[in-house]
């Protein structure tokens, strides 16, 4: 069993995530939670608006980290404790929502492959669903 700390060195590949609860998680030297400055409880409609403005910030921070050698993986694991960590991290909890757990950390290698996918064929529709 490791026991040693984390650095920031430590690799991301080859750690579990989601696996089991929390997984390899606390080997991870950074953890980034993107928070939004309102609480998201609004209508579907309205939804669309408020994702449409946090997600594309957060994966761009994921690709700025990626081409610095830094792996980043999108985690929602940590969502259904969101008040319990609002409280560990000072997270105004009625004020804001956390909308993703993503641990940084450099990665090992470099050998990355296109995750499985469903064609394209399967999964679009047009003029019809």
Do not use: N
């Not at 403005?53 to 259904?80: C, D, E, K, V, Y």
């Amino acid at each position: 069993m490791e026991t040693s700390s984390p650095t920031f060195h430590q690799p991301l590949l080859g750690l579990r995530f989601g696996r089991t609860p929390g997984g390899d998680l606390h080997r991870v030297p950074y953890l980034l939670i993107p928070i939004a400055k309102v609480r998201c409880e609004r209508t579907a409609g309205e939804q669309a608006a408020y994702w449409a403005g946090i997600l594309p910030a957060t994966w761009s921070f994921m690709l700025a980290a990626r081409a610095r050698g830094l792996g980043a993986a999108w985690t929602t694991m940590h969502l259904p404790y969101e008040r319990e960590m609002a409280e560990i991290i000072g997270d105004p909890y009625e004020k804001t929502t956390q909308v993703a757990l993503i641990p940084v950390a450099h990665t090992i290698g470099v050998d990355f492959r296109r995750a499985p996918r469903q064609p394209v064929e399967s999964v679009t529709h047009w003029d019809h669903w």
